[in-house]
């Protein structure tokens, strides 16, 4: 993929490499004001980058006109935090996914290029994933709510998910709730 427009891969497999400018926006007020813990938050992406790939994967965004990574989506199974000290919900099926995005400048948000790398992320995989997928939402973070809704991301496990974490939401990838359909 060359990562220069939307229709030529939005989405390139992040490194090890990666891992500095990672930090760097997980760091930022804007970013940890949506994801949490900078430290844990940091493991979770490394943990994503290190597994095989059938467990999961961190991809770097891409825009139309840049070859400056924008963001990130992470995709990581269950089974890969078994592997680390980063909890899996007792409540979730061991058999899951957990889905999430970031754009790191604000100046790059509400483009679309968000719904697009989740659209695309999936492709990408090397197993298919029919499993359930889900995607911890901070309640206050309208923007990402009304995108994974747009998607077909349902709440889940509402009563367990607001005892694990009271300021998030959790959802749930129900391909019958889509609004939009993902080109395939």
């Not at 844990?40 to 825009?63: C, W, Y």
């Not at 924008?70 to 078994?82: E, K, P, Y």
Request: include cysteine; hydrophobic fraction near 40%.
């Amino acid at each position: 993929m060359n990562g220069k427009g939307l229709h030529k891969g939005i989405l390139r497999p992040a490194s090890l490499e990666n891992l500095p400018l990672i930090n760097r926006w997980l760091v930022q007020p804007g970013i940890r004001r949506w994801w949490g813990a900078p430290i844990s938050t940091q493991k979770e992406m490394r943990l994503g980058i290190m597994v095989p790939k059938e467990i999961g994967q961190v991809f770097l965004i891409f825009g139309q006109t840049t070859d400056r990574p924008l963001g990130l989506v992470s995709l990581i199974h269950a089974r890969a935090f078994s592997r680390s000290a980063i909890n899996w919900p007792d409540f979730l099926p061991q058999q899951a996914w957990e889905i999430g995005i970031l754009i790191a400048d604000r100046k790059d948000r509400q483009k679309g290029l968000g719904t697009r790398a989740l659209q695309e992320a999936p492709k990408h995989m090397p197993v298919t994933m029919d499993e359930p997928v889900f995607a911890w939402i901070k309640k206050d973070n309208r923007a990402s709510l009304a995108t994974f809704a747009k998607l077909g991301y349902v709440p889940a496990c509402e009563k367990e998910a607001a005892r694990y974490c009271s300021c998030s939401v959790l959802l749930r990838y129900d391909p019958d709730a889509h609004c939009e359909k993902p080109d395939r």
